[in-house]
């Protein structure tokens, strides 16, 4: 099993592009879940995802959007980028909770800086 | 609002010693207080989880500690060693929902030889 992968590693973009933030998962988890993080604030939840066609918002959604539309992949959109979004986005993804335990397992991350 | 507070920021231990890093939470609803650990450029990884019913919970040289009546908890590692050093996150979450996580700031720990 490859678990959580994320694609691109790194990225660079100019104020105002969109850019949308690749995540797969093979571990067939309902859940998943889209971060970011910043020096020394930790994570904040961004959105995340109970199953296909289900998404919610997080403590930081504004600028960001999801979908779900396979069990599989939880694209991130970022549209009309701001400096503001400069930082490291994990994805994440668990079984349905209380089935075996609460494990989120994170992806490597993308770094995007926005210039 | 900061619903986790961690500390302390970034903590030096020699090997061999205690590493203790605390975390306190107000939602008195959290039922779920898993601690990550990250290596640099990687992503986050459970390394030890703790439900409010037990006061103590130990894995190896991992072990949390929780004070429910305080709203604390605090991640011990005992005999620390140089491929410990990585950042540590405690979080807080509910079971019965998303398991929606609120994270600590995170502690970066460095074992000096």
């Given at each position: 099993?490859?678990?959580?992968?994320?694609?691109?590693?790194?990225?660079?973009?100019?104020?105002?592009?969109?850019?949308?933030?690749?995540?797969?998962?093979?571990?067939?988890?309902?859940?998943?879940?889209?971060?970011?993080?910043?020096?020394?604030?930790?994570?904040?939840?961004?959105?995340?995802?109970?199953?296909?066609?289900?998404?919610?918002?997080?403590?930081?959604?504004?600028?960001?959007?999801?979908?779900?539309?396979?069990?599989?992949?939880?694209?991130?959109?970022?549209?009309?980028?701001?400096?503001?979004?400069?930082?490291?986005?994990?994805?994440?993804?668990?079984?349905?909770?209380?089935?075996?335990?609460?494990?989120?397992?994170?992806?490597?991350?993308?770094?995007?800086?926005?210039? | 609002?900061?619903?986790?507070?961690?500390?302390p920021?970034s903590l030096i231990v020699q090997k061999g010693g205690i590493s203790i890093i605390?975390?306190?939470?107000?939602?008195?609803?959290?039922?779920?207080?898993?601690?990550?650990?990250?290596?640099?450029?990687?992503?986050?990884?459970?390394?030890?989880?703790?439900?409010?019913?037990?006061?103590?919970?130990?894995?190896?040289?991992?072990?949390?500690?929780?004070?429910?009546?305080?709203?604390?908890?605090?991640?011990h590692i005992m005999d620390s060693q140089p491929?410990d050093s990585?950042?540590?996150?405690?979080?807080?979450?509910?079971?019965?929902?998303?398991?929606?996580?609120?994270?600590?700031?995170?502690t970066r720990l460095q074992v000096t030889l």
């Open positions: 099993n490859a678990g959580v992968t994320q694609t691109p590693k790194f990225r660079i973009l100019k104020i105002g592009q969109s850019m949308t933030l690749q995540c797969t998962q093979d571990m067939n988890h309902n859940y998943m879940y889209w971060y970011r993080q910043d020096p020394g604030m930790g994570l904040k939840l961004i959105y995340y995802s109970v199953g296909a066609g289900i998404t919610d918002k997080g403590e930081v959604p504004n600028g960001y959007n999801v979908s779900r539309s396979t069990t599989e992949d939880f694209p991130l959109r970022l549209e009309l980028a701001a400096p503001s979004q400069t930082s490291v986005y994990f994805c994440a993804s668990s079984r349905t909770p209380g089935t075996v335990s609460y494990e989120q397992y994170f992806g490597p991350g993308t770094r995007l800086t926005v210039t | 609002q900061q619903q986790v507070k961690q500390s920021q605390n975390c306190a939470y107000e939602n008195t609803a959290f039922d779920y207080f898993p601690w990550y650990q990250q290596f640099p450029g990687k992503g986050p990884a459970l390394l030890i989880a703790i439900r409010p019913d037990v006061s103590e919970k130990k894995e190896g040289r991992f072990t949390i500690s929780f004070n429910k009546s305080a709203k604390q908890f605090s991640l491929g990585a950042t540590y996150f405690c979080a807080a979450g509910y079971t019965g929902t998303a398991s929606k996580l609120t994270f600590g700031t995170g």
